[in-house]
């Protein structure tokens, strides 16, 4: 069946540090990628997504690409904010469902 | 995009014991969907909640464990039944508002359920 298999956090970076969450996955077909983004308090929220092979997802700062090669969907950000400081979800979706990542927690201390 | 207010949003509950969530939208939705997220786990789909039909349960979830109700478009309850320390997770409420796309959900800040 589907999976998303993520970077095991936590993660602390210092502020203005690049950040990289490596996120993979198994799937049949032609999945659409997602990452989430769970803020302190909050539910979770769509930081962005890939529809096909090559779209390359962004949204405040962030990227993400989607590698058919390689099975990946990696996040990026080139500085990071302590206002980043969240719990990230990879996610992909196959026969109308979405399986998620086991989530990894990012702090950013200034 | 769809605001969800989740209650309780936390509580401490006795083995053997029910809890019901309720799940409250700002907006009209056709489906709402109940999640689970055992700690250090990820998010597991439990059921799908149509208005005016029953909810369609995942494998391994069962109804008489984890009933719904959905008796309008913006409202859901979930109940988890006769409590153990193995219910101890985070539930979450979720939406796909309309226009979104596919599988893009808005999420409720969950409930964190605590079995002793």
């Known amino acids: 069946g589907d999976s998303v298999t993520q970077m095991e956090g936590p993660v602390t970076l210092s502020e203005e540090a690049f950040l990289t969450i490596n996120c993979t996955y198994t799937a049949t077909g032609y999945p659409s990628l997602f990452w989430y983004v769970q803020y302190p308090g909050e539910g979770l929220q769509l930081l962005l997504k890939a529809t096909k092979a090559d779209d390359k997802g962004s949204n405040k700062g962030f990227e993400a690409t989607y590698r058919k090669e390689t099975t990946s969907f990696h996040l990026e950000k080139g500085s990071v904010q302590v206002s980043d400081s969240a719990v990230y979800f990879c996610a992909l979706s196959g026969n109308e469902k979405l399986t998620f990542g086991t989530g990894t927690r990012l702090t950013i201390i200034p | 995009s769809a605001v969800i207010s989740q209650k309780p949003s936390r509580d401490i509950c006795q083995r053997g014991t029910s809890l019901t969530i309720q799940c409250q939208v700002d907006?009209?939705?056709?489906?709402m969907f109940w999640y689970r997220q055992q700690p250090g786990q990820s998010l597991t789909l439990i059921a799908t909640?149509?208005?005016?039909?029953?909810?369609?349960?995942e494998s391994g979830f069962v109804i008489d464990k984890f009933p719904i109700s959905r008796p309008n478009l913006t409202f859901s309850t979930l109940t988890v039944s006769n409590m153990s320390p193995e219910d101890s997770s985070i539930y979450l409420c979720?939406?796909?508002?309309?226009?979104?796309?596919?599988?893009?959900?808005?999420f409720g800040a969950g409930s964190r359920l605590t079995v002793l």
């Open positions: 907006s009209q939705v056709t489906m």
């Open positions: 979720s939406v796909e508002p309309g226009g979104s796309g596919a599988n893009v959900l808005t």
């Open positions: 909640a149509n208005q005016g039909s029953e909810a369609t349960y």
